[in-house]
């Protein structure tokens, strides 16, 4: 029999003896012992295999998979679209902040900004829900970000909040909401009300005292006891919540001191690691993200000492073992306070330089107009537009990355910033599941 696998295959050395086959269209991994690296030679030249090698352990596991044989399974592939229907959105209430972010995506400050009108936010609540009474999951979701700091404007999140309930009860709809914040204004009365009202909370914050000092108060004062407090306030009334925490090059040898900071400090059990991007405020300063192999070791071991603890350790990139895409995310229905519409929210702010770029959408009118040749535009670029991505064994997994990260001065990289590290943390994740 000629070995002919009906799926894209990838397999690694796991260096503890074994090789890690990875299937990433079917979502199945498969560990096997180093000796059988031939054999996988073998199956991915189709060559024809031996009776003992049919006969092999290996070769039964696949067979009782049915990854073998002539009928492949149909590749991952964004089709262009006729409507844009989103069944989520991004509510970017104001422009203003009340930290100045060493590293800020939308170059936030302190300025007055007039916040989102309730007519723009009931259009995006009502569009989307009527998005999602026709989706399958009859499921809508939300959350409230920045631009600035959603929780400035707190009255306007109640008034929200509560339209969504009240739309998605008339209409029958599941609803998911989600806060993400600096934490800065959090008190215990709306913590009371965020436990019966919000389903998560990312708390941004970078978790050390000499950390957070790259999220000050606009005056230059550390913010650190502020959103430690916060943390404490959140937990003591059962808000799930994470830290998300930005790694720079300067930190990227102290997440174990985070991991290590929130279990003597908190009851937060997770916390998500983010390299940083440099866009916005990042690239204007003398930071820059970490060196791609240092930030995995240190990962790595802040997620085995997370375990010990009880913390839930992650990024985006260890999400990437359940994709099965061609892109990294949708085109998003990111609402500013104006009513422009912003493919990522990353570049909602008109003084980003991939503003236009991201620009599909307007509120005119009491109803929201959508530019669908840029949408699509935007869809098409994934996984099959960089010629890195097309013999990558993460392509399906990682989906050529965040596209808001290949971006430069309107300019789209052709190669994406984070591979080495996407690649690796997708091999530790394989392993860490097949040996969990």
Request: proline share 3%.
């Amino acid at each position: 029999m000629t070995g002919i696998v009906n799926t894209e295959m990838h397999f690694f050395n796991g260096n503890d003896g074994y090789v890690y086959i990875h299937f990433p269209i079917r979502g199945y991994a498969i560990k096997t012992s180093v000796e059988n690296e031939k054999l996988l030679i073998k199956l991915q030249k189709n060559e024809v295999l031996s009776p003992v090698e049919l006969n092999s352990h290996l070769i039964k596991e696949m067979e009782g998979k049915d990854l073998f044989g002539f009928s492949t399974n149909p590749l991952p592939d964004i089709k262009e679209i006729d409507q844009f229907k989103p069944i989520e959105a991004t509510l970017l209430l104001t422009e203003s902040c009340n930290l100045a972010c060493s590293y800020c995506y939308a170059k936030a400050s302190n300025e007055k900004f007039t916040p989102m009108s309730k007519e723009i936010a009931k259009a995006a609540v009502d569009l989307v829900i009527n998005n999602a009474k026709n989706h399958k999951h009859k499921t809508a979701e939300f959350r409230y970000l920045g631009g600035g700091e959603p929780t400035i404007e707190w009255d306007l999140i109640v008034w929200i909040t509560n339209y969504i309930h009240y739309r998605a009860d008339e209409e029958g709809v599941k609803y998911w909401i989600r806060l993400i914040t600096n934490g800065v204004l959090i008190t215990e009365d709306k913590a009371k009300w965020i436990s019966k009202n919000i389903h998560y909370v990312t708390l941004s914050c970078d978790i050390l005292p000499e950390l957070q000092a790259n999220r000050s108060f606009p005056n230059g004062k550390n913010s650190h006891k502020a959103v430690m407090r916060t943390a404490n306030i959140l937990t003591k009334y059962g808000v799930p919540c994470h830290f998300r925490t930005t790694i720079s090059f300067a930190s990227s040898d102290l997440l174990k001191e985070m991991v290590e900071y929130t279990y003597r400090n908190t009851d937060v059990k997770a916390i998500r690691f983010e390299p940083m991007a440099e866009i916005g405020r990042a690239s204007e300063t003398e930071m820059s993200k970490p060196e791609q192999q240092a930030f995995v070791d240190a990962f790595i071991d802040a997620y085995e000492l997370g375990k010990q603890y009880g913390i839930y350790v992650t990024c985006k990139m260890m999400t990437n073992i359940v994709r099965r895409s061609s892109r990294f995310c949708n085109v998003e229905f990111a609402i500013t306070s104006e009513g422009n519409v912003a493919g990522c929210h990353r570049y909602s702010r008109k003084n980003n330089s991939g503003y236009d770029y991201y620009h599909v959408g307007k509120f005119i009118d009491n109803r929201f107009i959508f530019d669908l040749t840029k949408i699509n535009n935007l869809r098409k670029i994934d996984a099959s537009y960089f010629s890195d991505c097309k013999k990558c064994f993460a392509r399906w997994s990682c989906a050529s990355g965040c596209l808001s990260a290949r971006l430069n001065e309107g300019e789209i990289s052709p190669r994406g910033p984070l591979c080495h590290l996407t690649r690796e943390l997708l091999k530790f994740s394989i392993k860490d599941a097949l040996n969990r």
